[in-house]
Nanobody
Framework: QVQLVESGGGLVQAGGSLRLSCATSGRNFAMGWFRQAPGKEREFVTAIIWSGGNTYYADSVKGRFTISRDNAKNTVYLQMNSLKAEDTAVYYC????????????????????WGQGTQVTVSS
């Protein structure tokens, strides 16, 4: 059973920064972050392929968020800068088995494994 454990959420003022971490119990995964605000559907934020060479971002976070991974630690990170009130949501780490350079569509259905979520609240 694959496990994903997120950490790093919290309360921050607008313009501030947070870093989320997601530790996995396995390897060879493409990894992604999604978020879900109250009353809204879960949406794609960012993803990184297994080899770490390619990254993908939603337009709403480009230039502010950075995804990275440390395969030696089976951990993926989400650095969030210049946070806005509209970034407030529960953030979910997601994973799916994939070839090292495989592209995974930015869709909830493309990911097989999910973390429990971590709350990020940005006060304006």
């Amino acid at each position: 059973q694959v496990q994903l454990v997120e950490s790093g959420g919290g309360l921050v003022q607008a313009g501030g920064s947070l870093r989320l971490s997601c530790a996995t119990s396995g390897r060879n995964f493409a990894m992604g972050w999604f978020r879900q605000a109250p009353g809204k559907e879960r949406e794609f934020v960012t993803a990184i392929i297994w080899s770490g060479g390619n990254t993908y971002y939603a337009d709403s976070v480009k230039g502010r968020f950075t995804i990275s991974r440390d395969n030696a630690k089976n951990t993926v990170y989400l650095q969030m800068n210049s946070l806005k009130a509209e970034d407030t949501a529960v953030y979910y780490c997601a994973a799916t088995l994939a070839a090292p350079s495989a592209y995974v569509p930015p869709s909830v259905r493309a990911y097989a494994y999910w973390g429990q979520g971590t709350q990020v609240t940005v006060s304006s």
